[in-house]
């Protein structure tokens, strides 16, 4: 289980383990271990009160105080600046400096039949959790009074349904200031890699995909399979999309890339 505001990962049933793979256990608790030290520093980069300049460990000890804090109002942005959801290899992304902004579901187009059965139950899965996820933080953002629920600092939680202003206000539906304040609402931009003929048939195929779609609560692309061209949904139909450029920005790692910001930053080509 993974803590996502202390970054604090519980590992069960350890004592099932055969003695053979024991050493394999060590190794892969040691990655989960760096890799929560590296996501602490890059979530700390958002949060004013931790400093641009801090060490690895020193983000994990300010995520777990954070955490801990039972006066601390944004203890981690969870989804906050949500934009893109990538179904797709992830070798077509792997390099690439998304600043946590994407949802990344796996989807080998090569391992599918040619009725796309297995991208639909990928879709139907993924797509409305994703484009739910995404539109809750748009709509808190835009009106935060009247489809978020405020600032959470007066709030009481009432029947265990809900929260409430103090003690006499109606339920209040959505999500607090504190947790969208940072958020750039935009609708989500959904990538999948396939072909505009199988997607079509996907959309006709799956009403609650194509509501999304048609009614553009997402915006879809399709990447093709065979190569880097895209093609965006619009009307009922696909075009291609030229890019108005051609080259991007590298650097030597995402630290390298993002240290030193907090506001967003455009996607980088990491070296390693």
């Given at each position: 289980?993974?803590?996502?505001?202390?970054?604090?990962?519980?590992?069960?049933?350890?004592?099932?383990?055969?003695?053979?793979?024991?050493?394999?256990?060590?190794?892969?608790?040691?990655?989960?271990?760096?890799?929560?030290?590296?996501?602490?520093?890059?979530?700390?980069?958002?949060?004013?009160?931790?400093?641009?300049?801090?060490?690895?460990?020193?983000?994990?000890?300010?995520?777990?105080?954070?955490?801990?804090?039972?006066?601390q109002v944004r203890p981690e942005w969870g989804h906050a600046t949500n934009a893109v959801c990538i179904i797709g290899r992830r070798q077509r992304t792997r390099g690439l400096f998304l600043d946590r902004r994407a949802f990344l579901v796996s989807y080998d187009p090569t391992q599918d039949g040619p009725d796309g059965a297995v991208l639909g139950r990928i879709l139907q899965a993924a797509l409305p959790v994703c484009a739910g996820i995404n539109l809750e933080y748009y709509f808190s953002r835009v009106d935060n009074v009247g489809y978020g629920c405020g600032t959470k600092l007066p709030?009481?939680?009432?029947?265990?349904?809900?929260?409430?202003?103090?003690?006499?206000?109606?339920?209040?539906?959505?999500?607090?200031?504190?947790?969208?304040?940072?958020?750039?609402?935009?609708?989500?931009?959904?990538?999948v890699e396939t072909t505009p003929t199988q997607m079509q048939q996907l959309l006709s195929r799956l009403p609650v995909i194509g509501r999304l779609v048609h009614n553009e609560w997402v915006y879809l692309v399709v990447l093709d399979p065979d190569s880097a061209g895209l093609h965006f949904y619009h009307q009922g139909q696909f075009h291609p999309y030229q890019p108005t450029e051609r080259h991007l920005p590298h650097a030597s790692s995402s630290v390298a890339w993002y240290r030193g910001w907090r506001e967003h930053l455009e996607f980088a080509r990491i070296e390693t």
């Open positions: 289980m993974h803590n996502t505001s202390s970054e604090e990962i519980v590992w069960y049933d350890l004592n099932l383990i055969p003695e053979t793979r024991r050493k394999e256990l060590e190794s892969l608790q040691h990655l989960f271990k760096e890799a929560a030290r590296r996501n602490a520093h890059e979530r700390c980069r958002r949060f004013e009160s931790a400093p641009l300049s801090c060490s690895f460990e020193e983000a994990r000890r300010h995520v777990e105080s954070r955490a801990e804090d039972l006066a709030h009481n939680i009432t029947a265990l349904v809900g929260v409430m202003d103090g003690a006499a206000s109606d339920l209040r539906t959505g999500l607090p200031w504190q947790m969208v304040e940072i958020h750039e609402p935009m609708r989500l931009i959904c990538v």
